[in-house]
T-cell receptor, first 111, second 119 residues
Framework: GESVGLHLPTLSVQEGDNSIINCAYSNSASDYFIWYKQESGKGPQFIIDIRSNMDKRQGQRVTVLLNKTVKHLSLQIAATQPGDSAVYFCAERGQGGKLIFGQGTELSVKP | GAVVSQHPSRVICKSGTSVKIECRSLDFQATTMFWYRQFPKQSLMLMATSNEGSKATYEQGVEKDKFLINHASLTLSTLTVTSAHPEDSSFYIC???????????????FGPGTRLTVL
């Protein structure tokens, strides 16, 4: 079946460094991917999305890269701040608009 | 930006009672809403797709008679956990899809979640 997975369950970085969170997906037909940030006890917050006809998209301090050849998605956070500490999920849009979430990566930023 | 609210944010109930959770899109209309549950340190698992004016579509393994979904208007979907048991204790999150404004993002916006504890 469809699945979206992450390579690293936890990531610890120093404040000011760049963070890279990775995600692998299995459905080569997927055409839309989203990254969400979830803080403890809260709902997921949209960060950035990308369609399959693109390989890179930039936002404010964040960049998403899509490699369709190896079915890999990554989220890059520049100059990571303590407020970036959270769990990050990638999601893949499936049939009927349903989102299929990866397992999540917990990002911890050390001051 | 689009805002989705949930009520209540937290509920504690006794085993055997029913609990209703509301999900509202505050500044956009949503013909489609989604309900997820999330256990600690785990990912979100889709329970069902709520369709305005029609029956919800449930994911495999989710009991439709236990998790009643009603989507009576374009801004409100409700999830009722019937005869709740301790194993139903979880974080329930809804999302609403913003399909309007002729945009192409088709983005889902999530509510803040409802923490259900069944004693």
């Amino acid at each position: 079946g469809e699945s979206v997975g992450l390579h690293l369950p936890t990531l610890s970085v120093q404040e000011g460094d760049n963070s890279i969170i990775n995600c692998a997906y299995s459905n080569s037909a997927s055409d839309y991917f989203i990254w969400y940030k979830q803080e403890s006890g809260k709902g997921p917050q949209f960060i950035i999305d990308i369609r399959s006809n693109m390989d890179k998209r930039q936002g404010q301090r964040v960049t998403v890269l899509l490699n369709k050849t190896v079915k890999h998605l990554s989220l890059q956070i520049a100059a990571t701040q303590p407020g970036d500490s959270a769990v990050y999920f990638c999601a893949e849009r499936g049939q009927g608009g349903k989102l299929i979430f990866g397992q999540g990566t917990e990002l911890s930023v050390k001051p | 930006g689009a805002v989705v609210s949930q009520h209540p944010s937290r509920v504690i109930c006794k085993s055997g009672t029913s609990v209703k959770i509301e999900c509202r899109s505050l500044d956009f209309q949503a013909t489609t809403m989604f309900w997820y549950r999330q256990f600690p340190k785990q990912s979100l698992m889709l329970m069902a797709t709520s369709n305005e004016g029609s029956k919800a579509t449930y994911e495999q393994g989710v009991e439709k008679d236990k998790f009643l979904i009603n989507h009576a208007s374009l801004t409100l979907s409700t999830l009722t956990v019937t005869s709740a048991h301790p194993e139903d204790s979880s974080f329930y999150i809804c999302s609403a899809r913003d399909e309007g404004s002729g945009g192409t993002t088709d983005t889902q916006y999530f509510g803040p979640g409802t923490r259900l504890t069944v004693l």
